[in-house]
């Protein structure tokens, strides 16, 4: 699905990242670690096409990310939901229109679709704040229409950019019960974080593979959880 081969990426002539080889198979659970500014969120953005390798291979399902048209990185793009580790909202909209904003986009903005949508803050518990605006919103209730955002074009692949990063340890457990349940839809998921406790609480829930970004590599940092 997602395959990086030998990557590496260099910002203003200084390597970020280096010799990064990485297979996403279908269905599987990944954690991605590592210290602040080791470059998660560079790693994150070249697994769904947002930037391109400065060396290496970056196939987005088995097409070379440097071969794809502009159509060909749309349509990659909508089968990958990102959750952005700040999440932006247009603050005029209510909820569910920003919720539904990649239907709008694409066209799919339908009646089937809209009964999708009204199922989907259900599901993420916000289906009472459908109508308020973003700045009305607490911390938990952004990530969550963010997580539901990502997920609405029904992508095959999840990646999540510290989800739990400002809300509480309720709140992160409640968002992380949310992608284990995707991943047991068959989604591929991978959340960046640097929160060894939330890894923790999945070990009981989910078979995952935690990986490190450390000076400049990737690196298994163990076993199946």
């Given at each position: ?60 399902f088995d097409t070379d990310v ?160």
């Open positions: 699905m997602i395959e990086l081969e030998n990557v590496a990426y260099s910002y203003g002539g200084g390597e970020l990242l280096t010799d990064i080889s990485l297979k996403l198979a279908p269905g599987s659970f990944h954690f991605l670690t590592g210290p602040s500014g080791a470059g998660k969120t560079t790693f994150l953005k070249l697994c769904y096409g947002a930037l391109i390798p400065t060396a290496g291979h970056a196939r987005l440097r071969a794809m048209t502009r159509d060909d990185a749309a349509l990659a793009r909508r089968r990958i939901g990102v959750v952005h580790q700040d999440c932006q909202f247009l603050d005029h909209l209510p909820l569910a229109d920003n919720v539904a904003l990649p239907l709008t986009v694409s066209g799919r903005d339908t009646l089937a679709e809209a009964a999708n949508l009204k199922e989907l803050l259900g599901w993420v518990g916000l289906t009472s704040r459908s109508a308020a605006l973003p700045p009305e919103l607490s911390g938990g209730e952004r990530q969550r229409a963010a997580l539901a955002r990502a997920v609405i074009m029904s992508p095959d692949v999840v990646l999540a950019d510290e989800p739990t990063g400002n809300v509480d340890w309720e709140m992160s457990q409640r968002l992380l019960k949310l992608l284990i349940e995707l991943n047991k839809m068959g989604k591929t998921i991978m959340i960046a974080t640097h929160d060894m406790n939330l890894i923790r609480a999945a070990k009981s829930q989910v078979q995952a593979r935690v990986l490190r970004i450390a000076q400049r590599r990737l690196q298994l940092a163990g076993a199946d959880l």
